[in-house]
């Protein structure tokens, strides 16, 4: 039986296009001992990759040209030489964009099927809603009555981070890219949300909308945004550093106003952080997710392509904008479902 | 009897001059009950006081042009109609640039006479060394073995921030602007020290003397300094920011490579403070800096300016780097001394 991969072919210089992904066709091995094959049943495309994309250091090791692209992958277990991890198992792990996997059972966590849909776990109760839980909580730590504001906030991070600082009784603006974005994130019971493509002043609007200053920042993209929030910070304030998309297919150092004479004016903390910086806390964090989305406090959005042949198109899409919510690619079904 | 004080003229563009100050005289006015006449003795200048002169909001209210400028003082109680501070003793309080000052006793603390020189308390073992006490260790913590950067490294702050990076162990690695600087931090036991001033590339400078990138950086300057410290910042790296005198005088908002893409990639901490953050802890580190003091641990080197009439320039030698370690201006003699 072949297997279909999408590998790196090359490196792109600023924003990356089709050209970069190569589809391989290879027959899978037989399974030796303790190994299972995995079945592909979503992808995960995030904005992080296109940094792993780069040559050079930086909080992931990059990707290789002429392997596969890797990334978060729900898979089923369609044969196994594993006790451990028997046929029918569905499992999280850090897998390549493969329709087949051959895998031991090293880093790979086994899912309930029997409570929220699977996809979740590269959702809400995944790498995203663990950045927004951690990010915002341990970071920003939102108090009743602050401001809260959060960019890129329809992004699959943006929207657990709106909804938590609410649970946590602070007001809540948002930046999104479009006038579908702004109403949802209004229906998820954000206090203001700007589009910050058809704006005209971004800095005026978003003093508009923190009438009392701005608390906490949740910063997912960077740039003219971050600029505008720097001049409303109030003394004591905290960012939480999460992404920067806005750069992140700069193809040269950007530039801007430097942001540390008002972050020294007003005390604030600013952290730069990576989910796994809180790999020991993520028990705490799946609990507390999984515990306000059984109680009706959290809604989470998907961005479902299908089809293994649309994952470059569908991480294309994170640098347009397209997705609300957690973008993924939807592989095969899951056979017991 | 007559006192003079300087008054804050008109506001700067830029870099001040002596233009900015005018001389007033006036007589004192007899002492009401609960009332002290201080006679100045130590006058402290700070770059801080240059963010003062500007009009807007910032950590502490501005000056107002036509009143005296005002800062800490080391003054002595010559006439007393108020128990608590009798004839003789010696104080420590936010007042006005003047020869004679008459107050009640609400800010003014009692010094004592008997152990560290009285002017220590406008440096080491006052806002300056408590400046780089609570940043030092409560913000980078910097661990036996980690290599800290100071920038403004010869400054009063600077001085004791490296001291203190030494005591805990840490390799440190200062900027300072004369070869006389450099010499004297050499002799204080800093490991590597920058000339900011004459070194043709300051990022090639500091990366050679961080060998193993840089766990904490003490920033009192900002600008080229700090943009070559981010490219060198080791995984969870902590920043405190102090001040960012490359800045002061600037006319336009200053520009750069924007930080946030190094701070994220290696989830770095940076947090802007001001001493008065750590107000309930002084009591805390006054003890702790007297102690290193009594023990040959610590050093502290002063500036001292003779003669109210050179306050002025003294403030405006700041911006020039013309101090080593704490800039003072002595007014006139302790009377026990």
């Known amino acids: 039986m072949n297997s279909r991969s999408i590998l790196l072919a090359n490196r792109p210089q600023g924003e990356p296009s089709a050209a970069q992904f190569r589809f391989e066709t290879a027959e899978i091995p037989p399974l030796q001992s303790g190994e299972v094959l995995l079945k592909t049943l979503y992808v995960s495309v995030d904005p992080y990759m296109r940094g792993r994309m780069n040559e050079g250091k930086s909080y ?5 040209v002429g392997e596969p692209i890797s990334g978060g992958v729900i898979a089923e277990v369609v044969d196994s030489q594993n006790d451990s991890l028997p046929k029918g198992t569905v499992v999280l792990g850090n897998l390549p964009w493969s329709e087949y996997t051959v895998s031991n059972d090293k880093g790979l966590n086994p899912l309930p099927t029997d409570g929220a849909p699977i996809s979740y776990f590269l ?28 960019s890129g906030a329809a992004g699959a991070v ?26 949802y994130l209004q229906q998820l019971g954000f206090d203001a949300v700007i589009n910050y493509k058809t704006t005209p002043d971004i800095a005026q609007a978003l003093a508009e909308a923190c009438p009392d200053g701005v608390d906490c920042y949740f910063d997912n993209v960077g740039g003219a945004i971050s600029d505008a929030v720097y001049d409303l910070l109030n003394k004591h304030a905290r960012i939480a550093l999460c992404g920067q998309i806005s750069h992140y297919n700069a193809t040269q150092e950007p530039q801007g106003p430097r942001p540390e004479p008002k972050l020294l004016k007003t005390s604030t903390l600013l952290k730069g952080f990576i989910v796994s910086d809180y790999a020991e806390r993520f028990p705490e964090g799946v609990q507390a997710l999984s515990q306000w989305l059984q109680e009706g406090k959290l809604q989470f ?18 640098f347009k904008g397209e997705n609300t919510g957690k973008q993924l690619v939807k592989v095969a079904d899951y056979s017991r479902s």
Chains 1, 2 share one sequence.
């Open 60 to 64: 992931i090791p990059p990707f290789e």
């Open 301 to 318: 959005e998907e961005t479902i392509t299908e089809g293994f042949d649309q994952i470059p198109q569908a991480f294309l899409g994170l």
């Open 158 to 183: 943006g929207t657990v981070v709106g909804q938590l600082a609410k649970i946590k009784g602070a007001r809540v603006v948002g930046t999104a890219g479009s006038d579908d974005k702004v109403a």
């Open 123 to 150: 959702g809400l109760l995944g790498m995203p809603g663990l950045t927004a839980y951690f990010g915002l909580l341990d970071i920003c730590r939102p108090k009743a009555g602050e401001t809260v504001v959060v």
